[in-house]
């Protein structure tokens, strides 16, 4: 069995030394959470939710909120395909890049069988000169193949089952969309 430690390669990125780093990754939520406009009483599954749940700090009080990771200590349910309501926006933010593609199609695939009508909302970075200077800059290192899809491979599928309907390049580093049926 896996120790938490091997599925985060950063798992205190939200609370990095260097301010740039902080920014970075706290701004990608409040992007996306402006993309979205999620209202109160909308169930929000954060897939891929972490040990911080970010998403829900930055969604504050009063929001409808579930947060799953393949960790289940981090999680709020023991399986998001089996919630009681169903979800009208789903959150897959800097995620799908760490699922093979077998697993990004069977999760796409649970996506649409818990709420084919669901919003979903990802983040999915670029890989770039920029990202590579950024990485550099910042002394982050990855650990090979912790990205175990490109930006055109996540796409390429996610486009068999939504239509993107807004997208917007964060910084040049990452790209946050979202989707509909």
């Known amino acids: 069995?896996?120790?938490?430690?091997?599925?985060?390669?950063?798992?205190?990125?939200?609370?990095?030394?260097?301010?740039?780093?902080?920014?970075?990754?706290?701004?990608?939520?409040?992007?996306?959470?402006?993309?979205?406009?999620?209202?109160?009483?909308?169930?929000?599954?954060?897939?891929?939710?972490?040990?911080?749940?970010?998403?829900?700090?930055?969604?504050?009080?009063?929001?409808?909120?579930?947060?799953?990771?393949?960790?289940?200590?981090?999680?709020?349910?023991?399986?998001?395909?089996?919630?009681?309501?169903?979800?009208?926006?789903?959150?897959a933010l800097s995620v799908l890049e760490h699922l093979t593609k077998e697993e990004l199609i069977s999760t796409l695939q649970n996506f649409k069988e818990i709420n084919p009508d669901a919003i979903l909302i990802t983040a999915i970075p670029f890989q770039n000169m920029q990202s590579e200077l950024l990485k550099k800059i910042t002394g982050i290192k990855q650990t090979e193949n912790e990205h175990k899809l490109s930006f055109r491979q996540i796409n390429d599928n996610i486009l068999n089952y939504y239509i993107p309907k807004e997208r917007m390049n964060f910084l040049n580093l990452i790209q946050i969309s979202k989707w509909r049926n």
Not at 54 to 75: A, H, P, R, T
Request: aromatic share 18%.
């Open 1 to 91: 069995m896996k120790r938490i430690s091997e599925y985060v390669s950063h798992p205190d990125i939200y609370f990095h030394k260097n301010p740039l780093v902080r920014y970075y990754f706290n701004e990608i939520f409040v992007k996306a959470i402006n993309l979205a406009k999620p209202r109160m009483e909308d169930l929000i599954l954060d897939f891929g939710c972490g040990k911080h749940k970010q998403l829900k700090k930055f969604l504050g009080e009063g929001f409808n909120y579930c947060g799953y990771d393949i960790v289940k200590e981090w999680s709020d349910a023991d399986d998001y395909t089996f919630l009681v309501q169903k979800p009208v926006f789903i959150f």
